[in-house]
């Protein structure tokens, strides 16, 4: 049993050093994404640390679910699990979180300028993304939603 949790381990040793950038990609987009909501709360005078608490817990989510999706993408190639197909999960998942990152930033962006509001403000639809400026909008009423 040892011997198999040791091999075990260094396959998903070998697979995150293998994937190492990727996953350092996308730590650097929640890292932004928490800097932006960071600066948009404390510009819009409305920073709770009860908020942040609770944003954290959704990015560390992120990361719990890349760290269970690497282990299962090291797991498909086991020969008891025999999946005849390399299927790049990890990647997928990956590139999905750093397009929701990616997303949050723009539109936090939008919220601090008016100028990337106007670029970009028309492709999010909804009254909670407008310009932190104009006095209508409340980013911490927005997750509360």
Do not use: W
Not at 93 to 103: D, S
């Amino acid at each position: 049993m040892q011997i198999y949790i040791d091999s075990l381990i260094e396959s998903i040793q070998s697979f995150m050093l293998a994937h190492m950038t990727l996953f350092i990609v996308v730590c650097v987009f929640i890292f932004l994404d928490i800097i932006s909501g960071l600066i948009i709360a404390f510009v819009g005078g409305e920073y709770s640390s009860r908020y942040f608490r609770k944003g954290l817990g959704h990015k560390l989510s992120y990361v719990l679910v890349m760290c269970a999706v690497a282990i299962v993408q090291v797991a498909m190639f086991d020969s008891q699990f025999d999946v005849p197909f390399d299927f790049p999960l990890f990647a997928i998942v990956c590139g999905f979180i750093i397009l929701l990152e990616f997303t949050s930033i723009v539109e936090n962006a939008c919220k601090l300028n008016p100028e990337l509001d106007k670029l970009f403000g028309k492709y999010f639809n909804n009254d909670d993304y407008k310009y932190l400026g104009d006095g209508t909008n409340n980013v911490i009423g927005f997750y509360e939603k």
